[in-house]
């Protein structure tokens, strides 16, 4: 089946650094990703959707300027966590939907990034 | 304001029981309801799909169902494994956009 993987799947970085979060389609075309953010025991809150080649489109209350999300490709999606402080530690997942695919599943998320800030 | 609602918010059942998990929405009109099963730390799978027009969908031990008249959907889990310990979460798309409202959740524990 398709896979969407997230890369690094656990990072630890000091506050006020920034820190990349990539997520790629292997084995299908994804025009539009999202990205998630889900706090323990919460279910995922969507933060944006990224549209390659465009500007993301960001939630209500999401600071685009904090999560900078690039879509260049049709298999790539980055989401840099800018000048990170200890509230922004979460566990972020990506998802990417498959436009080869019209029926059945067509979305496909990845396995989640660990982000933890020092 | 479109909402999806699990329940019951977690669950405990023993190693071979059957249990059913509730999920009522409010998103209308609607192109799918998904259910997926996530693992601690882990992204979410997708169990079953069903659109708008569907009633039922089984994968497996698992089996969905769709009221789109009462406006709700369950899952219903055979047999149940201790591998099946885990979030399980309804998702309704709502028609003409490929958002995905996000259900609270159903923490499932299966003990041995």
Request: charged residues 15%.
């Amino acid at each position: 089946g398709a896979v969407v993987s997230q890369h690094p799947s656990r990072v630890i970085c000091k506050s006020g650094t920034s820190v990349k979060i990539e997520c790629r389609s292997l084995d299908f075309q994804a025009t539009t990703m999202f990205w998630y953010r889900q706090f323990p025991k919460k279910s995922l809150m969507l933060m944006a959707t990224s549209n390659e080649g465009s500007k993301a489109t960001y939630e209500q209350g999401v600071e685009k300027d904090k999560f900078l999300i690039n879509h260049a490709s049709l298999t790539l999606s980055t989401l840099t966590v800018t000048s990170a402080h200890p509230e922004d530690s979460s566990f972020y997942i990506c998802s990417a939907r498959d436009v080869g695919r019209v029926t059945g599943n067509t979305i496909y998320f990845g396995e989640g990034s660990w982000l933890t800030v020092v | 304001k479109n909402q999806v609602e699990q329940s019951p918010q977690s669950l405990i059942i023993l190693e071979g029981k059957n249990c059913t998990l509730q999920c009522n929405y409010t998103v209308s009109p609607f192109s799918n309801l998904r259910w997926y099963k996530q693992d601690t730390g882990r992204g979410p799978v997708s169990l079953t799909i069903m659109t708008f027009s569907e009633n039922t969908k089984s994968n497996g031990r698992y089996t969905a169902t769709l009221d789109a008249d009462t406006k709700q959907s369950s899952l219903h889990i055979t047999a149940s494994q201790l591998s099946d310990s885990a979030s399980y979460i309804c998702v309704v798309s709502p028609s003409g956009t490929y958002k995905y409202i996000f259900g609270t959740g159903t923490r499932l524990k299966v003990l041995a």
